[in-house]
């Protein structure tokens, strides 16, 4: 006697639909899991017993082997034991086997009989839609999550005993309903992004800020304690359109997976905000785990902004590992398991001070640091990092003359929103949407060779690197979105030079 239903498991945000079979003979009483589960799936065994026990259900006694297909995929988490218990059910007879093998099931079971949460629920239901199988069942505290993938039909489930009864079994009784509990560990996204009119003075961190917003370029701001760098970052993405459909759909998903999403608010629109301490660890900010990754930071920062105050002090190791997203758009992990891959395409914002004390600017101000102490100290954001920054400026004490209130994020965002409205519309047969995002061949081929020659010449001074001058062109490039303009011209270019310099512009 054979049962069958299916499942999904995750290997980053990408899922894959499996079989789930139960298969059980005339033999002592065991039960065995086969297709290459993990140490949390093997546990399963126990969950599903007591579960089926627990909903007034007769475990069958016989010879249980349940294999899930295809087994050279590493499985891990409890997602797939309501699948389990469903196969091992259909095999049994106490439920009605067409029905198991309709759905998809995805759920963790207390030893109760309670269908509990699971993370990544988003992810799983795209991948068995997309499948074509829309028919799944999720944990009743899933269901907001689930029903955001368009063409899936859910059914929500609070027990075991419950969906037995929906596959035809009059037996089953769900025992008294404890506590649910909740899959996430880490913090939510944040929602209230406080507003740019807060900061006083700063028309060149401002302006630096806008263009960053405009073109989606990656910026550095160097400057003393209380100059405003955190301010200014964190009103970063209140003047930052909406994500795209398809960033949504991603950044959403990896939410999903890290346990942060609150399936309540819908998909993800806004860009998130990522500023992880300089004492996390690597695995928090890039992602890890022992067998198949899971998301860090720089991930859960898809389509928006990844904050890292205080720069220098992060681990060298840590800022390398930037690099690789910087240029690709996605984190690739390798375990011993097999390698994880994550979209990672955020903006970048560092800030710094500009030595160990934080005091030296101007002429010096009331810094301590020996210049081989200053030296050391900025030598940790390594030139091959500091070359994939398009922007990088100064952020000076504010006098209070200069304590001026700026304009608000409302104001900003609506020039933002101009700008990349002209740069969507140039770019409408092409696969990029900002000007950080142009390939190096399209900007030599229509930059005005009046306005690259600026760049060129640049190079040619030992002053930029190949990829300086093409970042140069890129933000020259969104300086003439801001200005209206078709194309830049060699202003745009040496202002764009200006803004990398850390000279100050406006």
């Known amino acids: 006697m054979i049962g069958r239903t299916r499942s999904v498991v995750l290997t980053g945000v990408r899922g894959h639909l499996i079989d789930v079979e139960a298969h059980l003979a005339a033999s002592l009483p065991t039960f065995t899991l086969v297709g290459l589960p993990d140490a949390s799936l093997h546990e399963a065994r ?3 017993r007591a579960a089926v026990a627990s909903s007034s259900l007769a475990w069958p006694q016989r010879r249980v082997t349940v294999n899930l297909s295809p087994a050279s995929l590493p499985k891990s988490g409890s997602v797939t034991d309501l699948a389990i218990a469903v196969a091992v059910m259909a095999a049994a007879g106490m439920i009605a086997p067409a029905s198991a093998a309709r759905s998809v099931h995805l759920g963790e079971l207390g030893l109760d009989g309670q269908v509990r949460p699971v993370r990544g629920i988003l992810p799983s239901v795209i991948a068995a839609v997309d499948a074509g199988c829309p028919h799944v069942v999720v944990p009743q505290a899933n269901l907001d999550e689930a029903a955001l993938v368009p063409g899936a039909e859910v059914t929500a489930v609070d027990s075991l005993a419950q969906l037995a009864a929906l596959y035809g079994n009059d037996d089953a009784r769900p025992t008294a309903r404890g506590p649910s509990a909740t899959p996430s560990t880490e913090s939510a996204p944040e929602t209230n992004v406080p507003d740019l009119a807060d900061v006083r003075g700063q028309p060149e961190a401002r302006w630096a800020l806008e263009v960053a917003a405009a073109g989606g370029h990656h910026l550095l701001m160097v400057g003393p304690p209380g100059a405003g760098k955190t301010m200014l970052a964190s009103r970063l993405p209140g003047v930052l359109p909406d994500m795209a459909p398809g960033d949504a759909l991603a950044a959403t998903s ?3 997976v890290a346990g942060t999403l609150d399936a309540s608010m819908g998909l993800l629109t806004r860009p998130p905000f990522e500023a992880p301490h300089h004492s996390a660890s690597a695995a928090a900010i890039v992602g890890g785990g022992a067998r198949l990754a899971r998301p860090g930071a720089i991930s859960r920062a898809h389509g928006g902004v990844l904050f890292l105050d205080e720069a220098p002090e992060f681990p060298t190791g840590v800022l390398q590992t930037l690099r690789q997203p910087l240029e690709s758009g996605e984190i690739v992990l390798h375990r011993a398991y097999g390698a994880t ?8 914002v560092l800030a710094a001070n500009p030595c160990p004390c934080g005091h030296y600017f101007g ?8 210049p081989m102490a200053r030296r050391r100290y900025f030598a940790r954001l390594s030139g091959p990092l500091l070359d994939r920054i398009d922007l990088q400026v100064d952020v000076l004490p504010v006098r209070r003359a200069q304590a001026a209130p ?15 409205d002209r740069a969507r519309s140039r770019w409408a047969d092409f696969p990029w949407t900002a000007s950080a995002q142009v390939p190096s061949r399209w900007l030599r081929e229509h930059t005005p060779r009046s306005a690259a020659s600026v760049a060129h010449a640049a190079m040619e001074r030992g002053r ?13 490039w969104t300086l003439a979105d801001l200005d209206a303009v078709a194309v830049p011209a060699s202003d745009h270019v040496a202002r764009a030079m200006m803004l990398r310099s850390r000279d100050g512009v406006q």
Not at 363 to 370: A, K, N, V, W
Not at 464 to 476: F, H, N
């Open 46 to 48: 126990d969950r599903v």
């Open 254 to 256: 990896i939410h999903s």
């Open 341 to 348: 891959r994550y979209p990672a395409r955020f903006q970048l």
């Open 363 to 370: 002429r010096g101000g009331d810094c301590s640091c020996t």
């Open 406 to 420: 700026g304009e608000s994020s409302a104001s900003v965002a609506e020039r933002v929103r101009e700008a990349r």
């Open 464 to 476: 930029l690197s190949a990829r300086g001058a093409d970042r140069a062109l890129r933000v020259a």
